[in-house]
């Protein structure tokens, strides 16, 4: 025989289900919230809504110069379907050793609005070679 409170525990466990999900929703939808974007976009994009950005592109054969004082790179980040698009990247830390012209980075921080150059806190490089089907012929 089916009792009334069996039904209750049910409601409260949908209950609790929801208001977790509600939570995980709004958590993930604020304000400080991470643009991904390409570099012609965030050229696009006004300066007030990259303070905290994440750009890909790849790294312009001219324009690499050291960070003084201290470890880091200050480069141009091409668009990789508009190369004609680049943007200016100041990153302070150690250099990934597959950082070199050409290559795929993205790289994470906020635009500075006096300067118009990204200023990174996070420069991550993609090695294709590790990510290419090698031919086994």
């Known amino acids: 025989m089916a009792t009334k409170g069996g039904k209750g525990i049910y409601i409260a466990a949908l209950a609790l289900f929801l208001g977790g999900v509600g939570y995980l929703v709004a958590s993930g939808v604020t304000k400080d919230s991470v643009y991904f974007l390409n570099v012609g ?20 054969a ?17 668009d990789k379907d508009a190369p004609g698009k680049t943007l200016r990247v100041s990153y302070r830390g150690a ?3 597959a950082f070199k012209p050409g290559a795929e980075v ?8 006096d300067s118009g150059v990204f200023q ?18």
């Open 120 to 137: 990174a806190s996070t420069l991550i490089t993609k090695c294709p070679s590790k990510y290419q089907k090698q031919n086994r012929g």
């Open 41 to 60: 976009e965030a050229l696009t994009t006004d300066a007030k809504d990259l303070k905290q950005a994440r750009l890909f592109g790849n790294v312009a």
């Open 62 to 78: 001219e324009g690499i110069e050291p960070v003084q004082p201290g470890p880091g790179v200050s480069f141009l980040l091409l």
């Open 95 to 97: 250099v990934p050793d």
């Open 106 to 113: 993205i790289v994470e921080g906020g635009l500075n609005r």
